[in-house]
């Protein structure tokens, strides 16, 4: 019996009570989020794993750092994004190595915050509840994008197995909840298998369920003292990039209590042979570029409004919360004054700031019906 063609229009659309994905007409989604681009993609989960003592904490420290104030590193692209660091393992430690990238005061607007206690991948109810609050969170942090990172798995999968695929595929299930709910990316920092460098320690349903897999590893004798890379072992939905080196430094915090000198581990991102290159692409010109550029400054004085209210801020201070817009102007401190300037003197003719006899700057103070323009906010 021959079998009739079914015509397009009778096809099923729905499936097992879900709508079913039309590979007719799908067209590539252009417009792919992320929080560094290339490399942690928006609404996945990666696993970094590497050997004690490799500088792990330093790295995702530097990492998040960078993408709670929106800066370029290594070469990458990152989106400012609101940071939520689950440290079970060393909250205080998590705190020192991120301190010489938001140290002074300076950085105080910037969305990067600890959580000091594990929560539980493999409990569905303590998901359930972490969920709602990074959404408040995020909320609260005025971002259009999250970070999360989970440190270490070990501490956060209560009486869960490593070894078990069950347990693990329980716990990445949940990780991937989270990030499928909030629109974050969730980062789980583990340890790699004591025989084999290149693979979590653990069961195998970690590489396979995770949608990114790096692993951090220290560089030959050859390099300079201190040198680690990332090496991208696995991307699901971009491609695999080159290594992402990083050098374990000393930073100087001071001199401590007694009198002795106070250092913190900090990993600086080497930058490309080819950086010049890629500058020369990200300057080109977005037709919405100005705009927003202007949409950050608004951003960074209502954050530093926010953290330090009544506070006058100068331009310098403005100009280092910008966040990803003004990137490329990095490599030129001249011009990214002259630029920030530019647009805080738009903000100034439009009433949206003001500006005191120092030259320093802060949201327009708004008058109330009831209050006349020189009466002191009364506090409720």
């Known amino acids: 019996m021959s079998r009739q063609l079914l015509n397009s229009t009778s096809m099923p659309t729905v499936f097992m009570g879900e709508s079913l994905l039309s590979v007719n007409g799908h067209q590539l989604n252009r417009d792919r989020r992320y929080v560094v681009k290339g490399l942690l993609m928006a609404g996945q989960v990666s696993m970094l794993c590497g050997a004690p003592n490799t500088g792990k904490s330093a790295v995702i420290a530097a990492v998040a750092a960078h993408v709670a104030k929106g800066r370029d590193f290594a070469g990458y692209r990152t989106c400012r994004a609101a940071v939520l660091y689950v440290a079970a393992e ?29 929560i539980n991948l493999c409990s569905d109810r303590q998901i359930d509840h972490f969920v709602g609050e990074l959404i408040a969170y995020q909320t609260a942090a005025n971002c259009d994008r999250l970070l999360t990172v989970i440190d270490t798995l070990n501490l956060c999968i209560g009486e869960g197995d490593e070894n ?82 990083f050098r374990i430094q000393a930073f100087d915090g001071g001199i401590d209590s007694e009198g002795d000198r106070l250092t913190v581990p900090m990993a600086v991102p080497f930058e490309p042979k080819s950086s010049l290159a890629a500058q020369t692409k990200r300057k080109q010109t977005k037709p919405s570029q100005a705009d927003e550029r202007l949409s950050d400054l608004r951003r960074v004085l209502d954050d530093l409004a926010t953290s330090r209210p009544n506070e006058w801020f100068d331009a310098t201070t403005i100009r280092d919360n910008t966040g990803t817009p003004f990137n490329s102007l990095r490599d030129n401190t001249e011009s990214l004054g002259r630029i920030v300037r530019k647009f805080l003197q738009t903000l100034l003719e ?9 030259g320093h700057f802060r949201v327009a103070k708004r008058e109330t019906p009831n209050s006349a323009p020189d009466a002191s906010p009364t506090i409720h």
């Open 90 to 118: 060393d909250p205080n430690g998590i705190a020192d190595r991120a301190h010489p990238y938001l140290n002074a005061g300076l950085n105080a607007a910037s969305p990067f915050n600890i959580f000091p206690l594990p």
């Open 164 to 245: 078990s695929a069950r347990d693990m595929g329980r716990a990445i299930g949940n990780a991937q909840r989270v990030a499928r709910e909030t629109g974050a990316h969730v980062m789980i920092i583990h340890h790699t298998a004591g025989h084999d460098g290149n693979r979590p320690r653990g069961s195998t349903a970690m590489e396979g369920n995770v949608d990114t897999l790096l692993t951090l590893h220290r560089a030959d004798e050859q390099q300079p003292k201190g040198v680690v890379f990332i090496a991208q072992r696995k991307q699901r939905s971009v491609k695999k990039g080159e290594p992402v080196a």
């Open 350 to 358: 439009s009433g949206e700031i003001e500006k005191n006899e120092d």
